[in-house]
């Protein structure tokens, strides 16, 4: 830069990240976290916290599925071009060449699916522990072996990198259900009729929402990943910067990892995931930049999100911003909800303080961006070639009865019909129960030949608009074979069969 | 008070044990929380420390197993402080701290007869005792 253009440089920017870290060497640095940041603009105002402060520390500490770390092995001998492999029975992907293997956050073990994962993995082997190898190949000329069993420890590999492709969301939305059903998913444990709310992310100490603009975090930026140090490689998937759904993707050396800040974790009946420590120094190279790392948490936004609708576009409740979602109570549909976070807020604070002791220390220093983060992605949805099927084309019409007619009679329809559900319903075709034949042949051999006394009152039922697969998975739930689709006042609209979807699904 | 966990064995299970204890020791039994199923069915509940023992020693004369400690352990070394366990308790006994680390109020815990966090830990940290 010649001397007129860096004179021009300084009067825009203030101060550099050279002159920032000049001052870190020097020990001579003002470094906040970003919590105290905030009550320095909002006691002494923008200006003298610009003026002040050199660095802000942000952090966070979540799940992050799209984790995971690659290692390499090193050949064996003979050598051995691995195809498949699994580590403590998890199976790993084997991305590359001969011997390296990715061990993803999401992978779940053989013999204990939803409870261990790769995540368990990466922390294990992290903690210095040995885990078990095996792996299988299909032997060529210049890779003979195909089998292969062995111990490792993290100081047998050659390396052990962190390479996630999707971290550190800049915020999240705020989870319910609907359902008169409990439902697992990866937003945690949500109870019937919204019952409770989570929320994700740290809102206010989160880093990317305090830089909404990515003017300070871009490719090369240095972080804090895992207790050691990493770096920002990219922008992660599904980077939405457009909707402040910005993403990371990030790097960093596990070897020198401490599992206080990574550490596998289990979502009942949905997964095994990684829950991982970031920390992104901001320099407050402007007053613009001291400006946006003042947000606070009322003025972080986001949707009350229904998962419950098990679609790509779940319906949105309500706005609620991270200031009520952290005081633990929010209003879903006039009624009070407790709502938990999912993210560690208090390891997210740790993680904000220890950054700054790091950079206090000399022992961190910051880095300029090689290049910016893309400020204009947007998030397709997937290119689907075939239609959905939903309900509405496959329902066909139900047998039915009503309460008081004589089981005979119901036989007689079962035969007639060959079907093995009878739908039963009141005279103006609201649905009361169900009856199938099983029911019948039963309550017949137990001399038990009153119909009211069989019908099965607590109906799984489905409607014209859901999708197939959404209904297949109600009947394996529940294990039952037949569904019927009522409309909003509960009238039988017809019936649809495991047989029906069965015969779609195989074709 | 003391809070006490009965439990009942599918041979006693259907019987008014409870009732004939509160009669005989005019003792008000506070019950908490309730569960039964085929193996048999477990009450929680509290009752005032001076008569504990004679309410204790009652339950166990009518073949009662009573358990009096805590239901609920956390392990702080899994625990990583997420939260996810907290609006999941119906009786408001995991509360976040001042430090935003949690905390379980073990007096509080209803333990076996809900159970609602254990699933939910993503850290596996929660264990009921019972
Ligand atoms: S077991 Fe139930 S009462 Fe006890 S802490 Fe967990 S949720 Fe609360
Ligand atoms: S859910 Fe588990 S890890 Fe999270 S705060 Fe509760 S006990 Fe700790």
Redesign the pocket.
Known sequence: MSKLTEKAFQQKNKRSITEINEKIKKRDVQVLTVEEMKKLVESSGIEVAFKEVDVVTTGTFGAMCSSGAIINLGHADPPIKIQKAWINDVEVCHPGAAVDLYIGATNMSELRPFEYGGGHIIEELIQGKEVELRATAYGTDCYPRTRLETTITKNDLNQFHLLNFRNCYQRYVCATNSRSETIYTYMGKLLPRFGNATFSGSGALNPLMNDPDYETIGVGTRIFLGGSQGYVIGEGTQHNPENRFGTLMVQGDCKKMSPDFIRGAAYTKYGTTLYLGIGIPIPILNAGVAKKVAIRDEEIFTDIVDYGIPRRDRPKIERVNYKELKSGRITIHDKTVRV?PLS?LKKARVIAEKLKTLIEDTAFYLTAPVERLPTDTTFKPMKQTKEITFVNSLVHTAATCTENEEISAVAQRIIERSVNHIVVVDDQGKLMGIVTSWDITRAVANGKPKLKDIIIRKVVTTTPDKPIDEVARKMAQHHISALPVIDHDRKVLGIITSEDVSKLFGR | MVRILLKFSEKIVDQPITSQVILEQKTPVNILSARIDQQGGEILAEIALAQAEKVIDAFRKKGVDVVVRKMVE?DKE?????????ALCPVVA?TFKDDLS?F?NEAKCIGNTCGL?VD???????KLIG
Do not use: E, H, K, Q
């Open positions: 938990s560690s | 956390v899994r625990c990583f402080d997420c939260g996810a366990c907290i995991i949690i379980f966090c939910a830990c993503p850290a596996r940290a929660i």
